[in-house]
Antibody, heavy 120, light 107 residues
Framework: QLQLQESGPGLVKPSETLSLTCTVSGASISSSSYYWGWIRQPPEKGLEWIGTIFYSGTTHYNPSLKSRVTISVDTSKNQFSLKLNSMTAADTAVYYC????????????WGQGALVTVSS | AIQMTQSPSSLSASVGDRVTITCRASQGIKNDLGWYQQKPGKAPKLLIFGASTLQSGVPSRFSGSGSGTDFTLTISSLQPEDFATYYCLQDYNYPLTFGGGTKVEIK
């Protein structure tokens, strides 16, 4: 059974860099049938797509975050990662990793989410 | 970026009611739209993709329709477990964009 699990610090100081990892179990991250993505949700607000990566390393980022975000993949560990630098309070959110089908496109499996708070 | 406008932002309904949620895209997106259900403290769950195809395991009381710019999610007979927030997501092009959400509450 496919599972995605986010891991990383729950508290980040302003101006620092957030690093989160999503570990995939039950499926290979190297499949050509899927992308892997990050989505976030500030408290009591809606969902925001952050970016997506293919196993080959091809990425797509939200332009609103593009200057601060890097998504990478480690096929040997069956993981993909998110780095978001220059964190501010506005980046406080639950961060979800998810699998995205190539065709037909949809986020069909999600991690449980990781709450990240930005505070000194 | 394509803007997705959902309406209403919230609604109150009773068990057994028929519920309709709409999503409008700022430009044509063919049928590249998904609907997701989110319960408090949980990750979103895929309900419908391709505007009208039910994801495996999703009850048949959920249905989706539309193409181009106007889309609808319908719950034919609202059940207690359906009280949640619903989001649309356009899959047509990058950046992917979600609607603002519709919270379905108990009347």
């Amino acid at each position: 059974q496919l599972q995605l699990q986010e891991s990383g610090p729950g508290l980040v100081k302003p101006s620092e860099t957030l690093s989160l990892t999503c570990t995939v179990s039950g499926a290979s991250i190297s499949s050509s049938s899927y992308y892997w993505g990050w989505i976030r949700q500030p408290p009591e607000k809606g969902l925001e797509w952050i970016g997506t990566i293919f196993y080959s390393g091809t990425t797509h980022y939200n332009p609103s975050l593009k200057s601060r975000v890097t998504i990478s993949v480690d096929t040997s560990k069956n993981q993909f990662s998110l780095k978001l630098n220059s964190m501010t309070a506005a980046d406080t959110a639950v961060y979800y990793c998810a699998r995205r089908r190539v065709r037909p496109e949809a986020f069909d499996y999600w991690g449980q989410g990781a709450l990240v708070t930005v505070s000194s | 970026a394509i803007q997705m406008t959902q309406s209403p932002s919230s609604l109150s309904a009773s068990v057994g009611d028929r519920v309709t949620i709409t999503c409008r895209a700022s430009q044509g997106i063919k049928n590249d739209l998904g609907w997701y259900q989110q319960k408090p403290g949980k990750a979103p769950k895929l309900l419908i993709f391709g505007a009208s195809t039910l994801q495996s395991g999703v009850p048949s009381r959920f249905s989706g329709s539309g193409s181009g710019t106007d889309f609808t999610l319908t719950i034919s007979s609202l059940q207690p477990e359906d009280f949640a927030t619903y989001y649309c997501l356009q899959d047509y092009n990058y950046p992917l964009t979600f609607g603002g959400g519709t919270k379905v509450e108990i009347k």
